[in-house]
């Protein structure tokens, strides 16, 4: 073969691959336009495919939110209650009092003093069980009904709501508001309970020597009595004590914040009675003190384990009256003397006397002997009366020792006595005895010089102090207006108010009552009594203010 035949085959063979490469070129151009063409549709089906999706998706979550499907609630047990935590004893503040300056008084008769008072709770956020049945419940009823026979008031004018029914409740609210109470004083009453109870011995007593070391408040403590150092002024105080939570409402069988307290009190007076029914040393003022409070709680609760102890110290009391003639009078500090009734025993036993009468025990004719005793006394004293004649001006005294024998007596000046007694053994408003000691008693209080009698300026004699404002208490009117305007205030002003053992009290220095040298636990108990007499007893008259003058 020519090489031009080779050339010619070659040409040829790159013409086949040529057109090889050509048609291999347009099979796969339409291979490319094949594929583009599918790829279009996916990507037009995907995104149609995804808005539908997402149009379903708005009408299903639609329904869902119209038509929420039910849930089940999940029941989750209630956390353990936290441990109960200590109380603080005392959040000190200063009491704001509005002190009136003026102490003449214009109005004879008011209605209103100072500020309606918020009642006081004495429920027992510490007692679980069961609270337990009152007994005879008049007596510390607030409601106004009953008050007859056993359950006279106090005074004479008898009573709604029993002997002690303004004590708690809607009665104390009143009363506080009626005559003369104030926030303060409450307040004040209050802290002196608490330190009563941060004082009580272990055994239930208040220890005239020992009480300052029950105190567990940091900082200085009390100082101890230093006269009647022994079982009398243990009793004593602890009657003192025990007199001053009941006089509040607080007793031993009531839910309440001093159940335990007074509890504890009342067992250590029981426990302690001597078998002839007194206490100590067995002297009749001590035991008119604690008689008085174990009668009390019993007029109060009705309780049956106190029913046999308080009359028994009742009867041991009646044992020891003066006679003369066969007539009762009243008692010294031991053996009956018809030669010397002394005015500070019979003052002590004519209010066991009362109490015990309120709760329906057995008082013989005590009371009549000792209204034989107070009339003949204070007649002797004060010239049979003659010339006392205008209730508003003229004076009369009452005597420290009378002589039933011989009628004479020995200083005048227990006329604070005199005028409690009077109101404790019926004499009421108009009586010409009453309203001259009354008026004795305001003379020496207001105008005389002597600063043993004054109220004007602490310290004052509290002793004097308590049973003067018993009495003008219960001849009301304007004497009250006048007494508790000046007396209230000072008493609220001259607490002690500290973060330490004397937060609650009364200093002693200089107060100069009878046996002041027992110490703070008998000032402390006398101021609070003081201040709790706007609902202690209820009053001869149940109009505001009582009285005439």
Same mark, same amino acid.
């Given at each position: ?41 996916? @990507? ?195 009657? &003192? ?8 409402? &607080? ?8 159940? +335990? ?111 034989? &005793? ?39 000046? +227990? ?56 009495? @003008? ?14 007396? +209230? ?59 005439? +003058?």
């Amino acid at each position: 073969m020519s090489r031009q035949d080779d050339y010619h085959d070659e040409d040829e063979e790159l013409l086949d691959d040529e057109l090889v490469d050509e048609e291999g070129q347009e099979e796969d151009d339409g291979d490319r336009e094949v594929v583009a063409a599918w790829s279009g549709w996916g @990507i037009s089906l995907a995104m149609h495919a995804i808005v539908f999706l997402l149009l379903a998706f708005v009408v299903i979550a639609g329904r869902l939110i119209d038509d929420p499907v039910p849930v089940r609630p999940a029941v989750i047990e209630p956390p353990p209650p936290p441990p109960e935590e200590e109380k603080e004893e005392r959040e000190l503040t200063e009491v704001d009092v509005t002190i009136v300056a003026e102490v003449e008084v214009e109005t004879p008769v008011v209605t209103q003093l100072d500020v309606e008072v918020e009642e006081i709770s004495t429920e027992d956020e510490e007692v679980s069980e069961v609270a337990e049945a009152k007994g005879r419940e008049e007596a510390v009823s607030s409601s106004e009904t009953g008050g007859s026979g056993a359950f006279m008031a106090i005074g004479a004018g008898g009573g709604a709501a029993g002997a002690f029914g303004n004590r708690s409740g809607g009665g104390r609210k009143r009363a506080l508001g009626a005559y003369g109470g104030s926030r303060a004083s409450e307040s004040a009453v209050d802290a002196a309970l608490r330190w009563f109870a941060r004082h009580q011995s272990p055994n239930g007593m208040w220890d005239v020597t020992g009480y300052p070391v029950n105190c567990d408040l940091p900082g200085p403590k009390c100082e101890p009595g230093t006269e009647r150092t022994g079982p009398d002024g243990d009793a004593a105080a602890t009657g &003192y004590a025990v007199l001053a939570f009941l006089g509040a409402g &607080y007793d031993h069988r009531t839910p309440n914040r001093f159940r +335990r307290t007074v509890r504890a009190g009342l067992d250590w007076i029981v426990e302690n009675q001597l078998d002839s029914g007194g206490w100590g040393s067995n002297r009749n003022y001590e035991n008119g003190i604690v008689a008085m409070a174990i009668a009390e709680a019993f007029a109060m609760t009705q309780d049956p384990s106190l029913r046999e102890p308080a009359q028994k110290a009742i009867d041991h009391l009646l044992s020891r009256q003066a006679q003369d003639g066969g007539y009762g009078l009243g008692w010294d500090y031991t053996a009956p003397k018809p030669d010397r009734n002394d005015s500070s025993v019979s003052g002590w036993v004519v209010m066991a006397l009362k109490s015990a009468e309120a709760g329906g025990l057995n008082i013989g004719n005590g009371m009549d002997g000792a209204r034989n &005793y107070l009339v003949r006394a204070w007649n002797d004293t004060n010239n049979q009366g003659q010339g006392i004649t205008d209730p508003y001006t003229h004076r009369s005294g009452f005597p420290y020792t009378w002589n039933a024998s011989s009628g004479g007596f020995a200083r005048e000046n +227990r006329t604070a006595i005199g005028l409690c007694m009077g109101v404790f053994l019926g004499k009421g408003e108009g009586n010409i005895m009453m309203e001259t000691m009354a008026n004795d008693v305001m003379h020496r209080a207001f105008e005389s010089r002597e600063a043993y009698y004054q109220v004007s300026n602490w310290p004052v004699n509290t002793y004097y102090l308590y049973y003067n404002t018993l009495g @003008i208490f219960q001849v009301g009117g304007e004497r009250w207006q006048k007494w508790n305007n000046t007396v +209230r205030d000072l008493l609220v002003n001259n607490q002690r108010k500290s973060d330490d053992c004397f937060d609650g009290s009364w200093d002693f220095e200089g107060t100069s009552f009878h046996g002041h040298r027992i110490g703070r636990l008998v000032s402390t108990a006398y101021c609070a009594l003081s201040l709790q007499v706007y609902y202690r007893y209820v009053p001869i008259n149940q109009a505001a203010g009582g009285g005439r +003058r």
